[in-house]
């Protein structure tokens, strides 16, 4: 089926083209990523690992308390950081008192530092990576990262601006009614399918695969 058609469907569940263009999530543009420091990719992977779960808002309103708490998130710190000074974080009011999620920065840090030492940044590694396999990407950072399983990953990516599609619920009805996806969502396989349905409509439109994935989204329903 000709992505058109969705296309269509999303505009008029949204008031039209307009409309629809004014709520496509930001892509990065050439060099944006790169110019990202280091520090701001491992403040948005915790960003996002805290929010997993639980409520968004409170992350975002406590945020400006994280970001002193974590010290700007320097990744060569936190690769490295003594375990006392996570036995702390657990008592800080200023951020969210999970030790289980506090001890992933750590461990997120290290993923980020060795991203980026083939290219010199980790926003060069992202830069590097393309959006025709994320697949491939997803199953690095979930391998090489602490939490960055379900729907995690996908969020952060979407978060920096890497060119990418997120597996949401109306994502997934999407795939089902297109009769792109008969897999488990979350399995490796659901992933597989979702790329290649992608993958398509990125050569039949030209557009970009976040877009793809938001428009698909907002054409689901009456």
Known sequence: MSFAR???QAAAHKGGEAALRSMLPHVAEAGELEA???DRYLSEVTRCV???GFVWRVIENKWPGFEDAFKGFVPLYWQQ???EVLEELA???RIVRNMQK???VPENARMIVDGAREHGSFGAFLSHW???DQVGLLIWLKRHGARLGGNTAQYFLRRVGWDGFILSSDVVAGLHREERLDATPGSKK???QAQAAFNDWHRETGLPYSHLSRILSFSVGD
Request: glycine residues 4%; without cysteine; hydrophobic residues 35%.
């Open 81 to 83: 950081v003594p375990p």
């Open 50 to 52: 805290f929010k997993a």
């Open 91 to 93: 008592q800080d009011e």
């Open 102 to 104: 506090i001890r992933t």
């Open 6 to 8: 969705i296309y269509s």
């Open 130 to 132: 393309p959006s025709d």
């Open 36 to 38: 990202k420091g280091d």
């Open 190 to 192: 659901a992933l597989v």
